[in-house]
């Protein structure tokens, strides 16, 4: 089912699951990729769609006291949080059956950083957020071709010069990426953090600059909001994590999807060189292009699915 254009308070999106007569209720944090894309793993179930479900921007539901609803993620967390507090995150039906709702948060590096919620109601991207997700299990031919007005042999031949090119970019970035999850860890306000684009690169997908590494990474220790023994320790955990995903090659799940348009953009020109194509509003579309291309009955999906569907088939805890 598509979003919902009503909005409720928190008490009255309570009762609405509770006398729902469809069973999965899903809360999304964001307005520009979310809603097709669990749309979409919704509809590749036959449980989700034969119980029923609805999905809701976050800012459709507010405050008892407010008249408007907050967006983002962290208005996603707030409101799990008050529905938790209520005993309210799920409700046995006259049916014998379950109503839930699910709240869906994008990762952002939050397993190496710390910080998630525990608990079978708050879903987290496998990949580092949405927009990676499709970027991750788009057709890349199908996608380059529609953003880029391409004939399907020169998609297929751009396609095939990039190779793994998110993997890649985790690899050219990673000291940026590990900087920006010290500074989320150890709570340094500053410049360094996944809101930007590295600048310890020179050029930004060129080899790393260890001199304003330097300079960087004395700026998050300083800002830090912990102790030199403390901060040692948890950037030697993120470390130590980030590694991991190295060698096991899942590297490409540290990348932020906001990064990968801009990213592409250039591999697309480098390919390219002289030769005239279309690129006008790339950036822009080229998410939504891949987002149309993935199949959400394909393995990758089951991450989301059995989450989802275990949400209204067994006993869940808080």
């Not at 396609?159 to 150890?186: M, P």
Request: proline fraction near 2%; hydrophobic fraction near 35%.
């Amino acid at each position: 089912m598509s979003v919902r254009r009503l909005s409720y308070t928190r008490s009255a999106f309570a009762r609405r699951v509770m006398m729902s007569r469809d069973s999965l209720f899903v809360v999304i944090e964001g307005i520009e990729l979310d809603s097709p894309f669990y749309d979409g793993i919704c509809e590749s179930s036959a449980t989700l769609k034969k119980a029923g479900y609805q999905i809701w921007l976050s800012q459709q539901i507010r405050e008892d006291t407010q008249t408007d609803g907050a967006s983002g993620k962290t208005a996603v967390v707030e409101h799990y949080e008050y529905f938790k507090s209520k005993g309210h995150l799920s409700f046995s039906t006259s049916s014998n059956g379950k109503n839930s709702m699910a709240f869906m948060l994008d990762r952002d590096n939050e397993d190496i950083t710390g910080g998630r919620k525990r608990s079978k109601h708050v879903i987290y991207t496998d990949m580092c957020d949405v927009e990676a997700e499709a970027f991750a299990h788009g057709d890349n031919s199908k996608s380059l071709a529609l953003a880029l007005s391409l004939d399907s042999s020169t998609a297929e031949q751009l396609n095939k010069s990039l190779g793994d090119w998110i993997g890649n970019l985790a690899v050219i970035w990673r000291a940026w990426i590990e900087w920006c999850c010290i500074a989320k860890a150890t709570g340094a306000r500053c410049q360094v953090g996944f809101g930007r684009e590295s600048t310890i690169n020179t050029p930004k997908y060129g080899p790393l600059d260890p001199l304003i590494l330097a300079s960087e990474s004395q700026i998050v220790q300083a800002k830090a909001r912990c102790g030199s023994t403390e901060f040692t320790r948890k950037k030697d955990l993120i470390l130590q994590k980030i590694s991991r995903l190295h060698a096991n090659g899942r590297a490409g799940r540290t990348v932020k999807g906001k990064w990968l348009p801009f990213y592409l953009e250039y591999l697309v020109a480098q390919y390219f060189g002289s030769t005239p194509y279309a690129h006008k509003g790339f950036t822009s579309f080229v998410a939504r292009a891949y987002l149309g291309t993935c199949d959400f009955r394909a393995e990758w999906a089951n991450y989301y699915r059995s989450r989802l569907e275990g949400l209204i088939t067994a006993d869940v805890a808080p």
